[in-house]
């Protein structure tokens, strides 16, 4: 081996340039490729179907709209998301973790090859019309109006599900559990960082060739290449996972057992014991006040925007393209912000980095809603600028900064807010706020959209709702800021508390 590998050396591994940009031996790049390329896939066929899925619910669903995303999520994936867990930890448990890797990576390809290959083309025959779906709809009750074309078009809504707990299973699950298991002790640091970096590049390429076939193939036939490119992502997934296994950990000079560090086991916490354990301990309720109110922004602002986007783009394929811009957006400004955003946590209070992604939000997501509501009021053009467009390039922007901070400063600082507390809270703390903040920010949000839509004027569109929805958008917002502060001071009293013991 050429490259330095001696602990016992005082000089650094690295100089000061490639350990900050690329710390990596060369001795190392076969180990380090090819989990990269692992993640780069995953994440493409993640970036693919996320993309896709709006589409087909807004333009190929029968009586479809951005009114059944809140369905969607409330009704069809949350449940399915909790029976995807379970069947998980039974697979884990009978199977071990590299069997489980295949067969779960294989039924959702599976899914998508009989969706692309007879679901989706026949979707007329297995689906009821337009005429029975309006009559279900005034004659079932009215709080089931927008639920009717969930189930009628079910296969779209599979192709929903499927694709929303892709990012859950595989990106999450798999990929993560399988870095920790593979990723030696002397690795993890440098390697990490550059994988979430990699998945960024996916995220741009998987972008720009979902742009480039909105252009190239019309109408139906770009979803198809679409979820083909997306299967064809799947499979090299599978390729590449064998390979490693097979291959590159097979080699002792990239796995060593003993130099594996065991992930730790999260602490289990049931539902009403996070809720208690929350309540009793005002430190923790608020960092999950700070995740919820991130999770009811973000849906209620993004609802909009694809209300928006659907009145901006009559042809399915402009939307995709717009979709395919998002993703190069995000991508892009996420190795930006990521490179900032480490030197943000290092030279500031955690409440600056902290108050970054709330004041983004809230600024941007508000001169969002103000163009919104002008466009409302009946004015279509401000200083020669369509409203709709202008709505729909802003919201883009303000989409793509939010994601884009949230990842490398939402999730940072919040993860700091544990360290000063003692192991059990820690532990036992972060597990209800993961349970009751994650779960509620986007089950909340949908179920306001859902009351709005369903029972406080059932059949009625989102748009309709706008003045409520950026009320309630900038309460959450006032009270994600506010929570920042009053954390800020209960973090510094504990880190000061903590230093005094020292």
Not at 371 to 392: C, S
Request: aromatic share 14%; glycine share 8%; net charge positive.
């Amino acid at each position: 081996m050429n490259d330095k590998q001696s602990t016992g050396s005082t000089q650094p591994e690295f100089g000061r340039i490639r350990s900050a940009l690329w710390p990596v031996h060369g001795y190392e790049m076969k180990k380090f490729l090819s989990m990269s390329f692992l993640m780069f896939f995953i994440l493409f066929v993640y970036t693919m179907v996320r993309d896709l899925k709006d589409p087909l619910v807004q333009y190929y669903a029968v009586g479809g709209g951005p009114e059944l995303i809140s369905q969607l999520k409330l009704f069809f994936v949350m449940p399915m998301a909790f029976l995807l867990v379970m069947v998980y930890s039974t697979l884990i448990n009978k199977f071990g973790f590299n069997k489980t890797f295949y067969i779960m990576i294989t039924f959702f390809v599976a899914f998508y090859v009989l969706f692309v290959t007879f679901l989706f083309p026949q979707r007329a025959l297995i689906h009821p019309g337009e005429a029975t779906v309006k009559a279900m709809q005034e004659s079932w009750p009215p709080f089931l109006y927008w639920t009717i074309p969930c189930l009628t078009n079910w296969s779209i809504t599979l192709f929903y599900v499927f694709s929303e707990l892709w990012g859950t299973m595989a990106v999450s699950s798999l990929f993560w559990q399988f870095a920790y298991k593979a990723t030696m002790k002397n690795e993890v640091k440098r390697f990490f960082g550059l994988y979430a970096l990699v998945a960024n590049v996916g995220v741009i390429g998987s972008g720009s060739l979902l742009k480039y076939i909105s252009h190239a193939f019309p109408g139906e036939m770009s979803i198809t290449v679409s979820v083909i490119c997306a299967i064809i992502g799947g499979l090299i997934s599978v390729g590449l996972f064998a390979y490693i296994n097979g291959v590159v950990l097979k080699d002792p000079r990239y796995f060593d057992a003993s130099q594996v560090k065991e992930k730790k086991k999260k602490e289990k916490v049931g539902v009403m014991d996070g809720i208690k354990m929350l309540f009793q301990n005002p430190y923790l309720l608020l960092i999950c006040t700070i995740v919820i109110c991130y999770g009811v922004a973000i849906n209620f602002f993004e609802v909009i925007w694809k209300a928006y986007m659907k009145l901006a783009f009559r042809d399915p394929n402009q939307y995709q393209g717009m979709m395919g811009n998002l993703s190069i957006v995000t991508g892009g400004l996420t190795i930006v912000a990521s490179i900032i955003g480490q030197n943000i946590l290092r030279k500031t209070k955690w409440r600056t980095a902290a108050l970054i992604p709330a004041s983004i939000l809230a600024i941007f997501g508000g001169i969002f809603f103000v163009i919104v509501l002008y466009h409302r009021g009946g004015v279509n053009e401000f200083m020669g600028l369509n409203l709709v467009m202008l709505a729909v390039w802003f919201g883009l922007v303000q989409d793509a900064l939010s994601k884009s901070v949230k990842y490398c400063l939402f999730d940072a600082t919040k993860n700091m807010a544990y360290l000063p507390l003692d192991a059990d809270t820690k532990t036992k703390g972060q597990a209800a706020v993961e349970v009751i903040g994650g779960r509620a920010g986007k089950a909340g949000a949908s179920a306001i959209q859902t009351i709005l839509i369903n029972v406080v004027a059932a059949g009625s569109k989102l748009t309709s709702h706008v003045g409520t929805i950026a009320v309630v958008f900038a309460l959450t917002a006032i009270g994600w800021i506010t929570s920042v502060f009053k954390l800020s001071k209960k973090y510094e009293a504990k880190v000061a508390e903590n230093a005094a013991k020292e």
